[in-house]
């Protein structure tokens, strides 16, 4: 559970959750999984999973939960920590906190 407390916390934490609405938070031994608003987003996906992959990056992927069928959006490999905000952002249109402090 440690790894999916550091990429809640590489995202902004309870800043990220009040931002977006995100929720159902649940975590893994190398993810972290949760459930956004779909309806806000750009993309229309509401559920994201963000996975700490061997080469020490992630994969963030965007999927869309509707009539019991999960379908994949989109997905973005070899993501460092500093750049999950952004990825988060640009695919869902999203702001994940007031100001940006990532470059």
Not at 24 to 36: C, E, M, P, Q, T
Not at 39 to 62: G, H, M
């Amino acid at each position: 559970m440690n790894v999916a407390q550091t990429i809640l916390e590489q995202i902004g934490g309870n800043q990220f959750r009040v931002m977006t609405g995100a929720k159902n938070f649940v975590g893994s031994d190398n993810a972290l999984r949760f459930a956004i608003p779909g309806t806000s987003t750009k993309n229309k996906a509401n559920r994201v999973w963000i996975t700490l992959d061997a080469t020490d990056t992630y994969t963030v992927t965007f999927q869309r939960l509707h009539a019991m069928k999960l379908n994949q959006i989109s997905e973005v490999s070899g993501v460092y920590a500093d750049q999950l905000r952004a990825v988060f952002e640009s695919a869902t249109g999203l702001r994940t906190s007031l100001t940006h402090v990532y470059a």
